[in-house]
């Protein structure tokens, strides 16, 4: 079973943690869903169902939704799915997936990866085609996912 918005394998999440944000009233706003988040933009979509086939193996896992960018996390953060469109000029993908590790990993595969703290490495891989998440990236999410604990 994936992961959807808000849920844990099939698990509410809970009431605290739910990842909405709070409206004006106080009240706590609905959580977009991955079809919002990447509503006209079918690749970004596809690719964020790609990565959840590559987790579905490895554990529990949540999804949250912001407006701008899909969340996998455990305890905290592990990967995340972004438009670039969103933010720079001239985008070199129609989306990118950044994955927390514990290490620098060397790929040349990503296209970028920064150190914002001691203990973690963000590397950011452009997607071009489904076909590149492959049995690399499943092993970086797997190493990822077992760090968010």
């Given amino acids: ?17 739910s990842g909405g944000g709070r409206r004006d009233d106080g009240e706590v706003a609905p959580e977009n869903t991955p079809e919002e988040c990447f509503e006209g933009r079918p690749f970004a979509l596809a690719t964020f169902r790609r990565a959840q086939e590559l987790l579905d ?10 407006r701008s960018q899909v969340a996998f996390r455990r ?14 000029a001239r985008p070199g993908a ?3 997936l950044t994955i927390a590790l514990g290490r ?4 040349p595969r990503f296209k970028e990866v920064a150190h914002p703290t001691r203990l973690h490495w963000m590397h950011h891989l452009e997607v071009h085609d489904l076909a590149e998440l492959d049995d ?13 604990g």
Avoid: K, N
């Avoid at 490895?58 to 939704?65: A, E, F, K, L, S």
């Fill in 94 to 96: 129609d989306v990118v």
């Fill in 57 to 66: 193996d490895v554990g529990p896992y949540d999804v949250r939704v912001s």
């Fill in 1 to 17: 079973m994936r992961a959807a918005a808000g849920v844990q394998r099939g698990l509410p999440a809970a009431a605290d943690d």
């Fill in 75 to 88: 305890r905290r953060g592990f990967a995340w799915l972004w438009v670039p469109g969103q933010w720079l």
């Fill in 136 to 148: 690399d990236v499943a092993a970086w999410l797997r190493e990822a996912w077992q760090r968010a």
């Fill in 104 to 107: 620098h990993d060397p790929s």
